[in-house]
């Protein structure tokens, strides 16, 4: 299974992005999906995850900015980004994982290469 993920790019503050992570050699309904980031200098936090039922849950830094959706039809997870702020920069992966009991770990089934977000002030 190869997670790709798009959408980064350079944005200014209070505007949005939408993220995608592309699923290929699996299918993506089998798995609980997440958004993670990590900014220069820190941990990798969960920002983000939707079980393969479609419940979904933030980090709670994330207050009501960013949604996390999935389309089966597509092998595709996305994350829709809005009011970014500068403190919201860093590189953004996906992952996957069969078990949900896995999501807010570091031990995910499959990860993807991140894609980078930089909000300017």
């Known amino acids: 299974v190869q997670l790709q993920a798009s959408g980064g790019g350079l944005v200014q503050a209070g505007g949005s992005l939408r993220l995608s992570c592309a699923v290929s050699?699996?299918?993506?309904?089998?798995?609980?999906m997440a958004w993670y980031r990590q900014a220069p200098g820190k941990q990798r936090e969960l920002v983000a995850f939707i079980t393969s039922g479609g419940s979904s849950n933030y980090g709670s830094f994330v207050k009501g900015r960013f949604t996390v959706s999935r389309d089966n039809a597509k092998n595709t997870v996305y994350l829709q980004m809005n009011n970014l702020k500068p403190e919201d920069t860093a590189v953004y992966f996906c992952?996957?994982?069969?078990?949900?009991?896995?999501?807010?770990?570091?031990?995910?089934?499959?990860w993807g290469k991140g894609t980078l977000v930089t909000v300017s002030s």
């Open positions: 992952a996957a994982a069969r078990v949900v009991a896995r999501i807010g770990g570091y031990d995910m089934d499959y």
């Open positions: 050699g699996g299918i993506i309904s089998a798995y609980h």
